[in-house]
């Protein structure tokens, strides 16, 4: 019964660290190009950060769609699996549904990373330099500012994440999913938002949030300090100027 339980809590994993990974290294790398390149037009630097992490997080998201919605199906498969493997999963998906079956909800994805990115990014910068002031252990003042603007943006955004999920497990399987509980959606971002509030009120576009913002927060914290830190390093070592 233990195995069984325990394994339940990662189911998705496989997938979710490749899109990790890749997601991270894609987000960063557009980030500090836009950041960068966006500094000759002298720009407010909140309205830098807004933008650097909007177009950052909607290229992020395009190249890493596919991971991230085999991440939400294998979450949501119940004990009668409809996935074996991560590579049924892909032919499976291949097959029935086609290449546009890989990127069910994108556009509700890119709706809700873009406002997120670029909430996150220009609250993290705000917030940074006055946290880097306070004697934190660690570097912390970094890590605080992570979750402060995770917070502040997952909590802005967090109808469109659901949104997307609910519509990433639209298609041929959908009745497998979570013990067939899941409707049909309209193909639309809006559609789908319309129907839920019908059917579980305004509340039902926040459900799960609590659990989002134990997940996300951490997760910020980390993520931030973690490339401050490895800026830092690179930069010591190849004598580059300290630009954002």
């Excluded at 509700?108 to 873009?114: F, Y």
């Excluded at 013990?179 to 839920?196: D, E, F």
Aim: charged share 15%.
């Amino acid at each position: 019964l233990i195995i069984p339980l325990a394994k339940a809590f990662w189911k998705g994993n496989i997938p979710a660290e490749l899109l990790y990974v890749a997601y991270g290294s894609a987000q960063f790398l557009a980030y500090r190009f836009m950041n960068q390149s966006l500094q000759s037009f002298s720009l407010p630097s909140v309205v830098t950060s807004f933008v650097s992490g909007a177009a950052a997080g909607a290229a992020a998201t395009t190249v890493t769609y596919p991971l991230d919605l085999l991440r939400t199906r294998f979450a949501a498969q119940g004990p009668d699996k409809i996935y074996a493997s991560l590579r049924s999963s892909l032919r499976d998906i291949a097959r029935d549904e086609g290449l546009v079956g890989f990127f069910r909800g994108l556009g509700a994805g890119v709706g809700q990373i873009v406002p997120y990115m670029g909430l996150f990014f220009s609250t993290y910068e705000t917030l940074r330099p006055s946290l880097m002031d306070l004697a934190l252990p660690f570097g912390s003042g970094e890590a605080t500012a992570g979750v402060l603007a995770g917070v502040f943006a997952k909590t802005g955004v967090f109808p469109l994440d659901l949104i997307r999920k609910r519509l990433q497990v639209q298609g041929p399987a959908r009745g497998r999913f979570a013990g067939g509980k899941i409707p049909i959606y309209s193909k639309s971002v809006w559609g789908t938002g319309k129907a839920i509030v019908i059917a579980e009120g305004w509340r039902g576009l926040y459900r799960g949030l609590c659990v989002g913002l134990v997940k996300s927060a951490p997760a910020s914290a980390i993520t931030m300090w973690t490339y401050e830190r490895t800026l830092k390093v690179l930069k010591s070592e190849t004598g580059s100027s300290p630009t954002p």
